[in-house]
């Protein structure tokens, strides 16, 4: 295969924001307890052979970098090689769903232009998945396309999700939001190195827009073409699609699929096991390191350190690292921030279609 280079764009805003993203990018929301959500694009990156990667940041990027510090856990703390911060605009890209602003890309030329890598693999933080590129970059090769891009058929109406308008396999349009059935695009796409950097001096002086409305009009002289990917993918955009994403690693069969067949490498944290004392109920819940349970627990995903007291109940809930549920305590279809005590007795009840979102304590 080709040499390739990464570039992963984690300064995007989100149309929806909430509590969880007040003091974080989205790329560094806790994901299953133990990752993070840029954990998935590196790890895509590095499991098929990628060892030069950008990352371009928010202005809120503390969370950010200290999780991927200098990137040791990936295998991108090298010579020659390794893992890039790069500054990226204090806005983010805009709020209609682009998530490749032209203006970070060409900031960033300098990264691109220093290597002689082949082709360079962009993406974002917000999506869910676990593949093989190299099956993305052996069909970009043998298309001759000059971008090829990874989509899905939308399996709900998602007003955050890009699509894409296709014939016969090659684009022709792009779309914000997406219907079932519609080409949704994975935010992850392919392309040469040298084709990219032409590509953004055609169009240096609108740097404002995305580098896919920017090709609005040129999709008869720019070839890009679909990958599709067949597997488990989930967008997180917002605190209801950031719930689902959580709530789908209780099937043990998508769990299997995202982690079984390639390593997503995180943070390391020497902690020890959970432990659950005599009397708890736990059932169909994914409970970290250093957590307590005295209580019950149910449906839930629980983040590193968590006590949940004697006669406390989680339900449906993710409850994030370092917080203690009172004895008595309920809560149910909410989500939990880090550091929160929930006091004896309270409760904490969203519903299903009003997911509750409890705002980080204070460490």
Request: hydrophobic fraction near 40%; charge should be neutral; glycine fraction near 8%.
């Amino acid at each position: 295969m080709p040499k390739a280079i990464g570039l992963i764009t984690a300064n995007y805003s989100t149309k929806f924001p909430s509590p969880l993203t007040d003091s974080r990018p989205a790329a560094s929301l806790p994901f299953l307890g133990r990752y993070r959500l840029v954990d998935f694009a590196l790890s895509n990156m590095v499991n098929c052979g990628i060892r030069t990667v950008g990352m371009v940041m928010p202005y809120n990027y503390r969370s950010l970098i200290d999780h991927v510090g200098s990137g040791r856990e990936w295998e991108l703390t090298r010579k020659t090689g390794g893992l890039f911060i790069l500054p990226g605009s204090a806005f983010g890209t805009s709020r209609t769903g682009s998530r490749f602003l032209l203006r970070d890309l060409i900031h960033n030329k300098v990264f691109l232009e220093r290597d002689s890598a082949d082709l360079v693999v962009l993406s974002t933080a917000n999506w869910v998945y676990s593949m093989d590129y190299n099956k993305l970059f052996e069909a970009h090769l043998a298309s001759g396309a000059d971008i090829t891009v990874l989509t899905q058929a939308a399996k709900d109406k998602d007003v955050d999700v890009a699509g894409f308008e296709v014939v016969d396999g090659r684009v022709k349009g792009i779309k914000h939001g997406v219907v079932f059935g519609d080409t949704a695009f994975l935010d992850c796409f392919v392309m040469g190195r040298e084709k990219l950097l032409e590509i953004l001096d055609w169009f240096a002086a609108t740097d404002y827009l995305d580098l896919f409305e920017a090709l609005a009009g040129e999709y008869e002289r720019v070839n890009v073409q679909t990958f599709d990917y067949e597997g488990y993918a989930a967008p997180v955009f917002n605190k209801d699609t950031y719930f689902k994403a959580n709530m789908d690693m209780l099937d043990t069969k998508i769990t299997h699929e995202l982690f079984s067949e390639r390593p997503v490498r995180t943070k390391n944290h020497d902690n020890q096991p959970g432990k659950y004392q005599p009397g708890c109920k736990v059932a169909n819940s994914r409970v970290s390191g250093s957590s307590v349970i005295y209580g019950t627990v149910t449906n839930s995903v629980l983040g590193r350190g968590v006590t949940v007291e004697k006669g406390a109940v989680v339900n449906n809930a993710i409850i994030m690292q370092g917080c203690t549920i009172k004895s008595g305590a309920v809560i149910e279809n909410a989500i939990i921030d880090r550091n929160n005590l929930v006091p004896e007795g309270t409760e904490l009840r969203g519903a299903p279609n009003a997911i509750l979102v409890k705002e980080k304590g204070q460490a």
